[in-house]
């Protein structure tokens, strides 16, 4: 389900909310996932103070939430069923958006620039819907639900371009852009591509932090 509304109190300026939601339910799912929920709300909005200047600017907040069912197997005929866990897991993310629009000489020079922000943070959450009590001290060990610790990343892009246009179809634009990604994820944090005395490799994808700088320079033609 999806809502969008579109104000225009003033001819220069418009605003526009936006509601997301969605629920799954796998009712005859025993293990693995149960239910997924998911929701998300922001707003968007556009200003034109001047004939020639134009701005923008939006905020989304989503939340993702999963629900899912597994057990604790000491041997692969374990018949201990209060070796059951439930894991949840939240998402939530944030972005940020901004842009510009200036016609510095209408139909000859322009100048665009944007700024964009997305935060996420993950948690998940585990618990046994009974307590272990069956089989060894050191499988219960096993069987028992433990907290762990939540992960977060961000990105964070910047552009900004002046393009000249020349003749009546051609035009050349020349760019910038930076671009920051961030992560903190104890799953692979201190993960290493090798285990010490082991001829295992993992091949997992495990983004890096970087940092990224471009400029561009581009022709164009337009038909």
């Known amino acids: 389900m999806y809502f969008l509304l579109q104000l225009t109190p003033t001819d220069t300026f418009s605003v526009g909310p936006t509601v997301g939601y969605r629920y799954d339910d796998y009712v005859d799912s025993r293990f693995g996932l149960q239910a997924e929920k998911s929701?998300?709300?922001g707003m968007d909005a556009n200003w034109?103070?001047?004939?020639?200047v134009s701005l923008s600017a939006g905020y989304v907040h989503e939340r993702i939430s999963q629900k899912q069912r597994s057990r604790s197997r000491a041997a692969a005929t374990d018949p201990f069923t209060d070796f059951d866990w439930i894991t949840?897991?939240?998402?939530?993310?944030?972005?940020y958006n901004f842009t510009a629009s200036v016609a510095l000489i209408p139909k000859v020079?322009?100048?665009?620039?944007?700024?964009?922000?997305?935060y996420a943070l993950g948690r998940v959450e585990t618990s046994n819907p009974r307590t272990p009590v069956n089989g060894t001290a050191a499988q219960r060990e096993t069987a028992t639900?433990?907290?762990w610790p939540?992960?977060?990343?961000s990105l964070i892009r910047i552009e900004s371009?002046?393009?000249?246009?020349?003749?009546?179809?051609?035009s050349v634009k020349l760019g910038y852009v930076f671009e920051e990604f961030e992560k903190h994820d104890f799953r692979t944090d201190t993960l290493n591509p090798f285990n010490p005395g082991s001829n295992n490799i993992f091949l997992g994808n495990d983004l890096k932090d970087y940092t990224a700088q471009i400029v561009s320079l581009?022709?164009?033609y337009r038909f």
């Open 161 to 170: 371009a002046l393009k000249y246009h020349f003749w009546k179809v051609w």
């Open 48 to 52: 034109t103070p001047l004939e020639r």
């Open 218 to 220: 581009i022709l164009g």
């Open 150 to 153: 939540a992960f977060e990343d």
């Open 145 to 147: 639900a433990k907290p």
């Open 88 to 95: 949840e897991h939240t998402d939530t993310v944030d972005t």
């Open 109 to 118: 020079l322009e100048w665009n620039t944007s700024a964009n922000y997305a």
């Open 39 to 41: 929701w998300s709300a």
